[in-house]
């Protein structure tokens, strides 16, 4: 099984931008939950937003309202969806399968 995120880029605060985790090896449809979770330079890698099959979506604190995760069954992959993007944003965003992480898409996002 393989993760695949891509998306990541260079954007102004306010900006938007949406992120494609491509699952390889699975059907995301056989998956209880798939998550995105970001690391900014000297912090802790921190869940950001998870689908899962029993209670929807959940989303940190700090993104609510602003992004939204949503899983494209027929393209096998998860989107994220980043919308009023704030300098604090700027991380390392992965995606997540339990025991599997993805490779990882820079989001930098300028004051």
């Known amino acids: 099984v393989q993760l695949q995120a891509s998306g990541g880029g260079s954007v102004q605060a306010g900006e938007a931008l949406r992120l494609t985790c491509t699952v390889f090896?699975?059907?995301?449809?056989?998956?209880?939950?798939i998550s995105w979770y970001r690391q900014a330079p000297g912090k802790q890698r921190e869940l950001v937003a998870r689908?899962?099959?029993?209670?929807?979506?959940n989303y940190a604190d700090s993104v609510k309202g602003r992004f939204t995760i949503t899983r494209a069954s027929a393209r096998n992959a998860v989107y994220l969806q980043m919308n009023s993007l704030k300098f604090e944003d700027t991380a390392v965003y992965y995606c997540?399968?339990?025991?599997?992480w993805g490779q990882g898409t820079l989001v930098t996002v300028s004051s």
């Open positions: 689908s899962s099959i029993f209670d929807g979506a």
């Open positions: 997540y399968l339990p025991d599997i």
């Open positions: 090896g699975i059907e995301i449809n056989n998956m209880a939950s």
